[in-house]
Structure formats: C-alpha cells, structure tokens
C-alpha cells in the first residue's frame, strides 16, 4: 500500500497524558498537512510542512501542541496534557509540489481523551 | 459565518436516483474546488478536482464550479449503495509560504447520503 499511513488508528488515553502521533506520507509528496476533524464537521488545518520546515500553524494549534517532519520524511503530532476538548479525529495529508491542494488523506488517527 | 456553508443533509435517496449536492462559499480567492468522500471512521478520499470554473465529468460523477455565484455542485448519477457516505466539499486558494505556493483546504461540513436499495 502506497498510500498515507497513520499510527495508531486509535488512541484511548486519560487527562493529562500525553500522546503522540506519526504519519508516514505518500514517498514522492514533500508536502505534509495535519488535519482535526470532530464529530459532524469537516477536517480543520492545523500545520503543514513542505520538506521539513513547517511553514503554517493555524491558532488551532495551542502551545500543547507540536508537530515535527525530521528529515523531510514522516511526521509526529504531540499533544501534550491532554484534554477532553482534544477527542477529535488526527488526519494527516500529502500532496506533490503542484499549487492548489490536491490532498490525499490518510485514514486518521482518532483519539479519545477520558 | 463560515466560509464554506454545506447542507449536513441527511440525505435519502433510493438506488439509481440522481443526486446533486452543494456548497456555497465566501472568499473570492479560493480557486481550487474539491469534492472528498469519507466512510464511517475513515480518512476522506478524493474524488474530483477543479480548477476555476466549469465542468469536470469522471465516470458517474460531474462537478460544477461557478465562481461567479460562489457555488459549487457535486452530481452523482444513477447511485449505488456504496455511495452512502459523507460528501465533503473543499476549496483553497494559493498561499506563499517559504518562497512557494500551496493549498490550505478549507472544508464544508459535509453532507451525508444514504443510498437504499
């Protein structure tokens, strides 16, 4: 399978742990993008790379949150101190070099905080 | 108000029905319009991609973009059961980062779609 590939599908954890997410994109895509999405919305941005700059974070993304693409390869999402506000489902996204957004999801990482 | 405005639905239709869904949007700049299909608790997956506007046809699939009306319209024709899925529409405009350009997808909330026998 040459698609995106996230890990883990699913994460259970309590308040106040962190938890990290990896994402392995499609190999010749330099663009990586992280996404959250909650229940009955659609997918909002948080960060993108291009290589292993990250180049944009919305204000969605609060100092709890990190995200890393060493090398220019997979990237991790941290999130540290979790809070129940944090549920949502983690989707991260590649795309080639070509302007305009044609993004290829992976299958998400949903995570649940207790 | 959102930027990009998609009725949730539900929406209904028996087997073979023609469907047609729709979303509105406010910023001018985006010149990017997509169409994403999610299933339950899956990533979304990309089904049509138009540049500016016009028609795009794929199969039973047909895209419509009219930038004039800030409307976009995804038309699935003679629909199958394993259509029933979340539509999500998405657009984006360029944005300069790091000396380049790229797309930030702005999504609408989706519309789901139940196809029956």
């Known amino acids: 399978d040459t698609g995106v590939s996230q890990n883990p599908r699913h994460k259970i954890t309590k308040r106040g742990q962190n938890v990290t997410f990896r994402c392995d994109p499609i190999?010749?895509?330099?663009?990586l993008y992280w996404y959250r999405q909650t229940l009955g919305q659609g997918p909002e941005f948080l960060t993108y790379?291009?290589?292993?700059?990250?180049?944009?974070k919305s204000r969605l993304l609060s100092d709890r949150f990190s995200a890393e693409r060493p090398k220019g390869s997979f990237s991790t999402l941290e999130i540290q101190r979790t809070e129940q506000g944090d549920s949502a489902m983690y989707l991260c996204?590649?795309?080639?070099?070509?302007?305009?957004?044609?993004?290829?999801f992976g299958e998400g990482s949903r995570l649940t905080v207790l | 108000q959102k930027e990009v405005e998609q009725d949730p639905g539900p929406l209904s239709v028996p087997e073979g029905a023609i469907v047609s869904l729709n979303c509105t949007y406010s910023n001018s700049a985006f010149q990017y319009f997509m169409w994403y299909r999610q299933y339950s608790r899956k990533g979304p997956e990309l089904l049509m991609y138009t540049y500016s506007s016009g028609n795009k046809e794929d199969g039973r699939f047909t895209a419509q973009v009219d930038k004039s009306s800030k409307y976009i319209s995804l038309f699935i024709r003679d629909s199958q059961p394993s259509d029933s899925a979340t539509y999500l529409c998405?657009?984006?405009?360029?944005?300069?980062?790091?000396?380049?350009?790229?797309?930030?997808?702005?999504f609408g909330q989706g519309t789901i779609l139940t196809v029956h026998p």
């Open positions: 998405a657009m984006s405009a360029n944005r300069y980062a790091g000396g380049t350009s790229y797309g930030k997808l702005t």
């Open positions: 996204a590649s795309s080639t070099t070509r302007g305009g957004g044609e993004l290829f």
């Open positions: 790379f291009q290589n292993e700059a990250q180049l944009e």
């Open positions: 190999s010749e895509h330099n663009r």
